[in-house]
């Protein structure tokens, strides 16, 4: 019995590796449908080339390289990588910043997901708001998308991947839209952030957890700043 938890568990959890096949999958699919329609050798070789698993990891080092530089990044309908307020481990009254990712509300609500929720997140969020000399208020189902927030760098991401603008597009679309659709029946997520982190869903909790070396690493971009503002 125990070894029939294990293996039913395994099988619901959304993993990298089961995102990338799924994506796979539907690739293989959709050549077919094309063939059997008689498409152009164009339409059916539209993604031939495109490498999926480098591609995220690419977009995983886009956001990495951001946090480092104390900037958001938004992922369209799914939630954002913020800087919050955070007590320093030595001094409570030492306020320090740590990464921290918010889901989008609207996707929590779908997928009826938990979120940790962080008191001063909205200060976070309130900052595009203010360099647009625009209210900072913030009403509590406010949804990431309507911050004025940088987004994914797709100019960036279409110049290290090699990918034509549709073709990087449509892989970003179909990358999100995969996991928006399994999210809900694999029940347990285990998505890997290649050197960033895993974005995680146990038991109706999202959460993500920054990897070791890079909160290390993000910690000594925070002692270098405070060492210039001195």
């Not at 910043?97 to 979120?115: C, G, I, N, Q, Y």
């Not at 029946?185 to 998505?191: E, F, I, N």
Request: hydrophobic content about 35%; charged content about 20%; proline content about 3%.
């Amino acid at each position: 019995m125990p070894m029939f938890n294990s293996k039913s568990k395994s099988r619901r959890r959304f993993t990298s590796d089961r995102l990338f096949n799924l994506i796979g999958q539907q690739h293989s699919i959709d050549q077919f449908r094309s063939l059997s329609t008689n498409e152009t050798e164009q339409t059916t070789d539209q993604f031939k080339d495109i490498d999926i698993r480098s591609l995220w990891c690419l977009l995983s080092q886009m956001i990495r390289e951001r946090l480092l530089k104390h900037e958001p990044c938004l992922l369209p309908e799914v939630g954002a990588f913020v800087l919050v307020d955070s007590s320093s481990t030595d001094n409570a009254n030492n306020l320090t910043k740590e990464p921290f990712f918010v889901l989008d509300t609207t996707f929590a609500r779908r997928h009826r997901l938990s979120r940790i929720k962080k008191p001063n997140l909205s200060s976070a969020l309130s900052l595009s708001l203010q360099a647009n000399g625009k209210s900072t208020y913030i009403e509590p189902n406010t949804t990431l998308s309507s911050f004025n927030m940088q987004t994914l760098d797709y100019q960036l991401l279409q110049n290290q991947s090699g990918l034509t603008r549709e073709q990087l597009m449509t892989a970003i679309s179909q990358l999100f839209s995969m996991i928006d659709q399994e999210i809900h029946p694999h029940h347990y997520c285990d998505l890997e952030f290649p050197q960033l982190g895993f974005f995680r869903i146990s038991f109706g909790l999202a959460t993500f957890e920054f990897n070791d070396s890079f909160i290390s690493e993000f910690k000594l971009t925070l002692d270098q700043t405070n060492s210039n503002n001195k």
